[in-house]
Nanobody
């Protein structure tokens, strides 16, 4: 079956960096857009970033623009999220998502069909 497995989360000081990875198995997402969402304690899950099927187009939430970069390695069926200049408000569980059909970036949760289990990112101030 299709699986998305995130890794790379952890505890980091404010101003630091982390790189999240999401490895997909059971299906090739080379023609599908993929994205990252996050959910902070007591808040709804929110969009972070999305990349088009070929990686040429990306969309970001305003709160992470200029600090986070989404990328993908089609050959490895993996998507990454490089997070720099981390802030305490970035603390959340980060989820990888993949569209079941469609290569265009999507910022809505409903646009994704597959989800990972999430990885915790904690930024200490």
């Amino acid at each position: 079956q299709v699986q998305l497995v995130e890794s790379g989360g952890g505890l980091v000081q404010a101003g630091g960096s982390l790189r999240l990875s999401c490895a997909a198995s059971g299906y090739s997402f080379s023609n599908n857009a993929m994205g990252w969402f996050r959910q902070a304690p007591g808040k709804e899950r929110e969009f972070v970033a999305s990349t088009s099927w070929e990686g040429g187009i990306a969309a970001y939430a305003d709160s992470v623009k200029g600090r986070f970069t989404i990328s993908r390695d089609t050959a490895k069926n993996t998507v990454y999220l490089q997070m720099n200049s981390l802030k305490s408000e970035d603390t959340a569980v980060y989820y990888c998502a993949a569209r079941g059909w469609g290569g265009a970036v999507v910022t809505r949760e409903a646009g994704y069909d597959y989800w990972g289990q999430g990885t915790q990112v904690t930024v200490s101030s």
